[in-house]
T-cell receptor
Framework: AQKITQTQPGMFVQEKEAVTLDCTYD???????LFWYKQPSSGEMIFLIY??????QNATEGRYSLNFQKARKSANLVISASQLGDSAMYFC????????????FGAGTILRVKS | GAVVSQHPSRVICKSGTSVKIECRSL??????MFWYRQFPKKSLMLMAT?????????EQGVEKDKFLINHASLTLSTLTVTSAHPEDSSFYIC????????????FGNGTRLTVT
């Protein structure tokens, strides 16, 4: 069964506008972590933001924020004030357990920022 | 911040030869490292977990005799693609983390393998 689901294969956003990338997850472990990574065409994986299952507040990192809805098992990434350099593939990932390092990735969403 | 270095970034080899890819954690010790494979415009698929001082743990469907993993020290894991074939051509990427709860996994820059 899919543990991480990203339903948007591709998204377009106008420069300077905000965009939301969807991610839902499935786990029975009460302790887990959710991550978003950006992968530009060069292939490197860039860590963007982290949300722990016990964190009370939504995570924010600069222009990135994570809309964490635990009951719905969703962890959507919001990018504010989009820039041309935001064009890339975005992956949502989950780590199960308190200390485990293994990540399971979603299928990814290709984001294109239009000028 | 934590950095993971992967080498080489690109390699072209002939069918039947073996290729070794190195993954190093530069400023932290990693008892486990992870090897992923990625096809174009697809997600990362975990191939195996590299365990320092012991055997690697392979995911279902991954041939352990084809993809040899060695984790001889706390900062180095290697993936050797043995008797490579064109279908082994892919993007291979390693990752490791300091092991703290909220710490992200850090990734190497990946290796693009082309088997001719």
């Amino acid at each position: 069964a899919q543990k991480i689901t990203q339903t948007q294969p591709g998204m377009f956003v106008q420069e300077k506008e905000a965009v939301t990338l969807d991610c839902t997850y499935d786990t029975s472990d009460p302790s887990y972590g959710l991550f978003w990574y950006k992968q530009p065409s060069s292939g490197e994986m860039i860590f963007l933001i982290y949300q722990g299952s016990y964190d009370q507040q939504n995570a924010t990192e600069g222009r990135y924020s994570l809309n964490f809805q635990k009951a719905r098992k969703s962890a959507n990434l919001v990018i504010s004030a989009s820039q041309l350099g935001d064009s890339a593939m975005y992956f949502c990932a989950m780590r199960e357990g308190e200390w485990g390092n293994k990540l399971v990735f979603g299928a990814g969403t290709i984001l294109r920022v239009k000028s | 911040g934590a950095v993971v270095s992967q080498h080489p970034s690109r390699v072209i080899c002939k069918s039947g030869t073996s290729v070794k890819i190195e993954c190093r954690s530069l400023d932290f010790q990693a008892t486990t490292m992870f090897w992923y494979r990625q096809f174009p415009k697809k997600s990362l698929m975990l191939m195996a977990t590299s365990n320092e001082g012991s055997k690697a743990t392979y995911e279902q469907g991954v041939e352990k005799d084809k993809f040899l993993i060695n984790h001889a020290s706390l900062t180095l894991s290697t993936l050797t693609v043995t008797s490579a074939h064109p279908e082994d051509s892919s993007f291979y990427i390693c990752s490791a983390g300091p092991g703290q709860r909220s710490s992200p996994l850090h990734f190497g820059n990946g290796t693009r393998l082309t088997v001719t």
